[in-house]
């Protein structure tokens, strides 16, 4: 049994024990995002275990870590709040409002994956993805500075003098062994972060530190622990939210955006670990698996979740490289839960900042310094605003705004490459011979190489090396003709290709009339139809 494992399964230890370090590094991310969104550490932890959990069996990226996460937190505030104002005093109506959005956010998520939206993401600019790692690198940095401060009379204020020093040198010693343990490889038993995180919680245990803990932070945000039982159905569910238009009306936008979100980070991260480990993931089928689970994790009492690009990174960094890497941290995490609340309790806070520091590091495409001066302004531009926006307001918009301002200057680059070059000839024909694609950005340039009133009575216009690309260009073409025809000249259009051609005779039957289909150029054949043409020198016959 153990070969027919092995065999199937070669890289199972590098899984298994890359599972074990994420479980560890998900524990006081998923109890953190909980207290944003304002709902019982639990909830979070059991986001963490289910969606990991189908996720890493049925998701389309083996390796990718998810989990409840502070992009989806950010939102859930809002609609907890509001959730509890429309309950009675201690009812706790936001957090069933929050599972009712969950489950509809993974119904959107499961028809995204079925109407293969998935692909969109081939969209998105390089520059685009540079600005999502560099932001999400930033939040994930911010987001760690807050386990530098303390609990004291309700109120979070920073650490002073000793305790400060002690917790710094933590972090410190962590970021080392992460950083020294490769260089002298004693890692190829057990990942440099796991190893990292039991040395400095044996430090902490044998010298009685005096410092924060997993249990002592779950505390101090008012959870009782981290000790609890399996999720159950949530029955209350049913009976507490009243499932009419008014409800639909107040969750669905919180579900929409919930949605992109999740689908925006989970795509990008699953490109992301594309890179890293040179393999391909299928982008649709994780829309599928984290609608799924999502619903799952509604039913049955958590705040729901996507990617995470940190404990992604870990769990490559550590060697994870399978589905098992995932299913072992979503069952350990459960573990922990279940029976190891006591000993996950005891695991320094500082080690696990640490551990996240070199996250950062890693995520960081400190690339984007050297290239500066090497790549136009404009994606340097977009690379900084999806950055900023990332940090300042969240993934789904900085995204939006990358490509769409990638797209206006590629439009608006593209628009200024039409020409025409004129030449008259022997007969007294005059040609224009159209260079560039056609579209609505270069319209306004491409009616004014024409001269209507001053061209003979015979006009050609060439497209052998154009295009035409939407409804702009036909208007343009169509109103180009009746404007030489109201001049009583003659007007014919060669070289289109044939896709250009049936969208001319689509939109206006005066195309029969105007184009010319029989010519003899074999610049056009080879335009037109590279498919007829051989793909080898040896389909030639020499």
Not at 23 to 52: H, I, T
Not at 132 to 152: C, D, E, H
Not at 172 to 188: A, E
Not at 252 to 276: H, R, W
Request: hydrophobic share 50%; aromatic share 10%.
């Amino acid at each position: 049994m153990t070969e027919f494992i092995t065999k199937r399964l070669p890289n199972v230890k590098n899984d298994v024990l890359s599972g074990v370090t994420v479980a560890l590094a998900l524990v006081p991310e998923a109890v953190a995002f909980a207290f944003v969104a304002g709902v019982d550490p639990l909830v979070g932890l059991y986001a963490a275990f289910m969606v990991g959990l189908i996720t890493s069996v049925f998701g389309g990226r083996p390796g990718m870590i998810s989990g409840a996460t502070g992009a989806l937190a950010v939102v859930m505030v809002s609609l907890v709040a509001k959730g509890n104002e429309m309950g009675a005093p201690g009812e706790n109506m936001g957090l069933y409002y929050l599972f009712a959005t969950v489950i509809l956010m993974g119904f959107i998520q499961v028809t995204a994956g079925l109407l293969k939206l998935g692909k969109f993401v081939r969209l998105i600019p390089h520059p685009v993805m540079m600005g999502f790692v560099n932001g999400l690198a930033i939040v994930i940095f911010l987001s760690q500075l807050g386990m530098f401060k303390k609990n004291i009379g309700g109120e979070k204020v920073w650490l002073q003098g000793y305790e400060l020093y002690l917790m710094a040198g933590l972090v410190g010693v962590t970021m080392l062994m992460m950083w020294v343990l490769p260089k002298f490889k004693l890692t190829k038993s057990l990942p440099e972060a796991l190893l990292a995180i039991l040395a400095v919680s044996a430090l902490v245990i044998l010298f009685d530190f005096d410092v924060a803990t997993v249990g002592s932070f779950i505390r101090d945000g008012g959870g009782e622990g981290l000790k609890g039982g399996l999720p159950t159905l949530q029955w209350e569910l049913f009976s507490k939210v009243p499932f009419d238009w008014e409800t639909i009306k107040f969750i669905f936008p919180y579900a929409v955006i919930l949605a992109a979100i999740g689908l925006i980070e989970s795509l990008m991260t699953l490109n992301l670990i594309d890179e890293l480990t040179d393999t391909r993931g299928n982008g649709n089928r994780e829309c599928v698996a984290q609608g799924s689970a999502n619903i799952i994790t509604g039913l049955f009492g958590g705040m729901g979740g996507c990617a995470m690009i940190g404990q992604s990174i870990i769990n490559i960094k550590s060697g994870g490289r399978s589905r098992l890497s995932g299913i072992v941290a979503a069952v350990m995490l459960l573990a922990f839960i279940l029976f190891g609340s006591s000993y996950i309790e005891r695991v320094p806070i500082a080690a696990l900042v640490g551990v996240m520091f070199m996250v950062v590091i890693g995520t960081f495409a400190w690339s984007s310094f050297r290239i500066i001066n090497k790549v136009p302004r404009s994606d340097v531009f977009v690379i900084i605003l999806v950055s900023g926006l990332t940090v300042i307001f969240d993934l789904a918009i900085a995204v939006f705004a990358g490509v769409i301002v990638s797209a206006l200057v590629f439009s608006w680059e593209n628009a200024k490459r039409i020409r025409a070059r004129k030449r008259v000839k022997s007969d007294g024909t005059k040609v224009y011979e159209i260079w560039g694609p056609l579209f609505f950005g270069s319209i306004s340039a491409f009616n004014e190489k024409f001269d209507v009133k001053n061209d003979p009575d015979k006009v050609e216009i060439d497209f052998v090396e154009s295009r035409i690309s939407d409804h702009s260009a036909l208007e343009a073409i169509l109103n180009l003709v009746k404007k030489y025809e109201a001049e009583n000249k003659e007007i014919h259009l060669k070289h289109l290709s044939v896709e250009c051609k049936e969208l001319l005779y689509k939109s206006d039957p005066k195309f029969h009339q105007v184009i010319i289909d029989a010519i003899d150029d074999p610049r056009y054949h080879l335009a037109a139809n590279p498919e007829k043409f051989p793909k080898s020198l040896s389909e030639y016959h020499l």
